[in-house]
């Protein structure tokens, strides 16, 4: 695994990165991460950045205190802050004769099928015409329940939309470590993550969140989604001047390895969906008929819970309520409730129209 390999590389720098506790911009260092931009850039490598720093560079503008803004306030100050976060990378890019362009996207940007696909083709033709994508979450209409909320994520959905060979969280630590390394002496570096379950099982990420923007939480749930999409994952620190260079240099981070997945893409944005909309459990039965590759009947549904439409992500629980496959909905929540535990014959009659007799179709369903 060798960035110098990957085609194209997603890069997610955090607001501290680029505003220091003095509420400074750190514009030199925003200009050696420019330098190695333009290397990558020149070797035909492809890039993608997502970026904080709206809210922190709006409350900069505005005299606020990030700490004391309600949501609705804080969609204000990003609407403020994004344009502030897009004239610094302009005016430091244009320096190295770089060409940026802003998305900003939603939770349902890359959670719908369609419209995934729309920001994927955005991303190709800007990669065609050589410019490189700035993105960040839509902040501004982003409320509570539809909102990425760190920014880890969502650069791992982009990777995964973009088919990136590798995306890199730049945090502000070297990457992940096996005890908090501020208050452990023996805290040692984990170089490489081949199987995050397996080899991470020891390690108790909750008790080394502290550090790290989005905490480590974030980081390894980003690192799931990109294990599925076959893409590499960096943790890298991010302080050091011309970081990327860094990490060519020297590899003091933690790379997650791609799992060798022969799911079709569609699949594989099916596994990673952010925010399944309910649950369904299942019974033994057609557990059973899940793991033969069928589809999920009506028949075998227990129970069902949250509120879903038609073509929603839904997780797939057994009886124990451990989850086992992913898929998307052909009913809504209100519908399964009517027709579970009925034979697929019955349907017509409960819901007193023609409809599917399969509840998740085995092309819309992936088994975890
Ligand atoms: N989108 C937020 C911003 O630009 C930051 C989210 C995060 O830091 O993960 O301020």
């Not at 650069?155 to 070297?174: E, G, H, K, P, Y």
């Not at 240099?249 to 594989?268: D, G, I, M, Q, Y």
Request: a positive charge; proline letters at 1%.
């Amino acid at each position: 695994m060798y960035l110098k390999n990957s085609k194209i590389i997603v890069i997610k720098i955090g607001s501290s990165l680029l505003v220091d506790e003095n509420k400074k911009i750190r514009k030199k260092w925003l200009s050696s991460f420019a330098k190695d931009i333009k290397k990558l850039k020149d070797k035909n490598q492809k890039i993608v950045i997502v970026s904080s720093g709206a809210i922190a560079l709006g409350c900069k503008k505005m005299n606020f205190n990030k700490k004391n803004i309600k949501l609705d306030k804080s969609q204000a100050i990003a609407s403020i802050g994004q344009i502030e976060l897009m004239n610094l990378f302009s005016q430091t890019f244009s320096k190295f004769k770089l060409n940026i362009s802003q998305i900003l996207l939603t939770l349902e940007d890359t959670e719908e099928r369609r419209r995934s696909l729309n920001a994927k083709r955005t991303f190709e033709n800007l990669f065609e015409l050589g410019f490189i994508p700035v993105v960040n979450e839509n902040d501004t209409i982003a409320t509570t329940e539809i909102k990425y909320g760190d920014n880890d994520r969502l650069a791992s959905r982009v990777a995964q939309i973009t088919n990136a060979d590798t995306l890199i969280l730049l945090s502000d630590v070297d990457g992940l470590f096996t005890k908090n390394p501020k208050v452990n002496k023996d805290a040692k570096l984990i170089k490489i993550v081949n199987d995050i379950n397996k080899d991470l099982k020891e390690i108790n990420i909750k008790g080394i969140n502290e550090y790290g923007s989005g905490g480590m939480q974030t980081k390894i749930e980003a690192a799931k989604i990109c294990q599925l999409a076959g893409s590499s994952m960096i943790i890298a620190n991010g302080l050091y001047s011309n970081p990327i260079s860094k990490i060519i240099e020297k590899n003091n981070c933690t790379w997650f390895s791609p799992k060798v997945s022969k799911l079709h893409a569609r699949k594989k944005w099916i596994i990673s969906s952010i925010a399944p909309k309910g649950n369904i459990v299942i019974d033994d039965g057609a557990k059973k008929a899940l793991k033969l590759g069928k589809s999920l009947l009506a028949a075998g549904i227990k129970n069902v819970s949250g509120r879903f439409n038609k073509g929603d992500h839904i997780k797939v629980l057994d009886k124990k309520n451990n989850e086992c496959a992913r898929g998307l909905s052909s009913f809504s929540s209100d519908e399964v409730k009517k027709i579970m535990g009925h034979h697929s014959n019955e349907i017509q009659k409960l819901l007193g129209y023609v409809a599917k007799s399969e509840v998740i179709h085995k092309d819309d369903m992936v088994e975890v």
